[in-house]
């Protein structure tokens, strides 16, 4: 299976967790990396390129932090770009059908308060609707969301003792799913 991670980080550099995300994954045998904010500093997605680096793909991996309940601007950017009329749905647009979509996310808060009841209100898999939606309008299965809770990134906001050790395994999780891509993942406190 080939896959296709698009990272989308504004601040990779200083991300306590994407950078080791990306270390344990690099070299894995049919793993495409594609981080867009690197490719594109002056945010103007060759759409070309990125339509070609996904026909190759069975599965499409979003890797990002949840930025504002939602994927950071350029991973919105590249959806409302990339899969576009004639690509990705309308008439001829059958390339995405029968991928697979796995968003790979981080969350600053705490699983508890993902919830009904908890201070945002939604649980993670409630605020991933629209890449659920658009997965489906463009013929993709959107699997089950692996997310990594209580990672804050934000000067001010105390970082968690063994935040080390949850990114850690959390890595490995992540490996361990890529690299044996027929096995389907079971959701992380969606």
């Given at each position: 299976?080939?896959?296709?991670?698009?990272?989308?980080?504004?601040?990779?550099?200083?991300?306590?967790?994407?950078?080791?995300?990306?270390?344990?994954?690099?070299?894995?045998?049919?793993?495409?990396?594609?981080?867009?904010?690197?490719?594109?500093?002056?945010?103007?997605?060759?759409?070309?390129?990125?339509?070609?680096?996904?026909?190759?793909?069975?599965?499409?991996?979003?890797?990002?932090?949840?930025?504002?309940?939602?994927?950071?601007?350029?991973?919105?950017?590249?959806?409302?770009?990339?899969?576009?009329?004639?690509?990705?749905?309308?008439?001829?647009?059958?390339?995405?059908?029968?991928?697979?979509?796995?968003?790979?996310?981080?969350?600053?808060?705490?699983?508890?308060?993902y919830r009904p009841g908890g201070?945002?209100?939604?649980?993670?898999?409630?605020?991933?609707?629209?890449?659920?939606?658009?997965?489906?309008?463009?013929?993709?299965?959107?699997?089950?969301?692996?997310?990594?809770?209580?990672?804050?990134?934000?000067?001010?906001?105390?970082?968690p003792d063994d935040v080390d050790?949850?990114?850690?395994?959390?890595?490995?999780?992540?490996?361990?799913?890529?690299?044996?891509?027929?096995?389907?993942?079971?959701?992380?406190?969606?």
């Open positions: 299976m080939n896959t296709l991670v698009v990272v989308s980080h504004p601040h990779l550099a200083t991300s306590r967790a994407h950078r080791r995300l990306l270390d344990a994954i690099s070299g894995l045998p049919g793993i495409a990396i594609r981080h867009l904010e690197a490719l594109y500093p002056d945010q103007r997605i060759d759409v070309a390129a990125e339509q070609a680096a996904v026909l190759p793909a069975t599965r499409i991996v979003f890797q990002f932090p949840l930025y504002w309940f939602s994927t950071p601007p350029m991973l919105k950017a590249w959806q409302d770009d990339v899969l576009a009329v004639g690509f990705a749905y309308g008439p001829g647009g059958t390339l995405m059908c029968g991928k697979l979509l796995q968003p790979v996310l981080t969350a600053g808060g705490e699983h508890a308060k201070r945002n209100r939604y649980k993670v898999s409630d605020l991933l609707k629209p890449l659920e939606a658009t997965a489906r309008i463009v013929g993709m299965a959107m699997l089950p969301p692996l997310v990594l809770h209580h990672v804050p990134n934000v000067t001010g906001i105390p970082v050790t949850r990114i850690d395994a959390f890595a490995r999780r992540y490996r361990a799913l890529l690299a044996a891509p027929e096995a389907a993942p079971a959701a992380a406190h969606p």
